[in-house]
């Protein structure tokens, strides 16, 4: 089995900064594509940021030059960088990947259970 935890979210200031981690454990042979996606009270699920293996990134285009998706692969690791943060970036963040286990050839995707960003005064 794999596991995702996510850490880091927490209460900040419009303005503020916070930086999520994802470490992901378990039976891993290795980890393709990694990102972040969030979910806003009332509103769907959206991908903010991913990461290629090979360390290709994308935005979405409310985030971009705001945040920043990094990876160590010797930690099985992925972070969000987040800066300027402003209260419609308030959501539960979800780490997610495409893990490739011990069991299989394929890539399964796996997600985290959730860190809550709460960006107020």
């Known amino acids: 089995q794999v596991q995702l935890v996510e850490s880091g979210g927490g209460l900040v200031q419009p303005g503020g900064s916070l930086r999520l981690s994802c470490a992901a454990s378990?039976?891993?042979?290795?980890?393709?594509?990694m990102g972040w996606y969030r979910e806003a009270p009332g509103k769907e699920r959206e991908l903010v940021a991913t990461?290629?293996?090979?360390?290709?990134?994308t935005y979405v285009d409310s985030v971009k030059g705001r945040f920043t998706i990094s990876r160590d692969n010797a930690k099985n690791t992925v972070y969000l960088e987040m800066n300027s943060l402003k209260p419609e970036d308030t959501a539960v963040y979800y780490c997610?990947?495409?893990?490739?286990?011990?069991?299989?050839?394929?890539?399964?995707?796996?997600w985290g259970k959730g860190t809550l960003v709460t960006v107020s005064l």
């Open positions: 990461i290629s293996s090979l360390g290709s990134t």
């Open positions: 378990g039976s891993i042979r290795s980890i393709g594509g």
């Open positions: 997610h990947a495409v893990v490739f286990t011990t069991r299989t050839y394929y890539g399964m995707d796996y």
